[in-house]
């Protein structure tokens, strides 16, 4: 009786184990999938005052838009007033 017992321990120990395996293979939902990180298209813009596209993280902020140096947006904004 004492085997018969420890059988059946085996036995759901086994279940648990094969049930648990499963699910790890078992594939992943769509979204849930760990992609690498695809590097970020670097946004453009213009320059107002001259058109000279380049990327925004090196672009002179001003008041209305991007320059493409602290010269053009001087000429462009400075100029108008
Ligand atoms: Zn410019």
């Not at 017992?5 to 648990?16: E, F």
């Not at 813009?45 to 001259?50: M, P, T």
């Amino acid at each position: 009786m004492k085997y018969l017992l420890v059988l059946a321990v085996v036995l759901v120990a086994a279940y648990i184990w094969k049930r648990n395996r499963r699910r790890d293979d078992s594939p992943l939902p769509p979204g849930s999938v760990k992609r690498p990180k695809a590097i970020a298209p670097t946004v453009m813009v213009a320059c107002l005052q001259c058109g000279t596209h380049l990327p925004e993280a090196e672009a002179i902020r001003g008041q209305r838009g991007s320059y493409c140096s602290h010269e053009h947006r001087r000429l462009s904004e400075d100029g108008t007033r």
